[in-house]
């Protein structure tokens, strides 16, 4: 993938969110690390809650929904007041999913892509080898 200078990359998973910024002119990527979002403690994440305990999605499936619908809140306050002008996602199935629940009409428009890859727990450099080969 050719990732424009200038643009976010936002990195998630239901725990993390990691926020970069490609420096380096296009075809290059140079990813340049940013100051994470404050996130507040709790979000209303779409995950279903069902009378029935055996219906119910775990504890931690929860938390992780509702992470990731903080961290898409985030992102869209961050697109609607025009401080991201591309956005590029990397995210595991489940985070992405989820996110995508949340997404702003701003945030849509400024999106370039979506990668499918838990990359959290990686370096620098294996999240820019990532954006090069998708």
Request: with cysteine.
């Amino acid at each position: 993938m050719i990732l424009p200078n200038g643009t976010t990359v936002a990195v998630a998973d239901g725990h993390t969110l990691l926020l970069f910024k490609n420096m380096a002119h296009e075809p290059g990527i140079e990813l340049a690390t940013l100051p994470a979002p404050r996130l507040p403690e709790e979000h209303g994440g779409s995950g279903t809650r069902h009378r029935n305990s055996i219906a119910n999605p775990d504890k931690a499936r929860l938390l992780e929904d509702d992470f990731a619908s903080t961290a898409c809140a985030a992102l869209n306050r961050t697109a609607v007041a025009g401080d991201i002008s591309k956005l590029l996602i990397i995210a595991d199935a489940r985070t992405l999913g989820e996110m995508r629940r949340h997404f702003h009409r701003s945030l849509r428009e400024r999106l370039l892509g979506e990668i499918v890859k838990d990359m959290t727990g990686r370096s620098k450099t294996e999240i820019e080898t990532a954006i090069r080969t998708a």
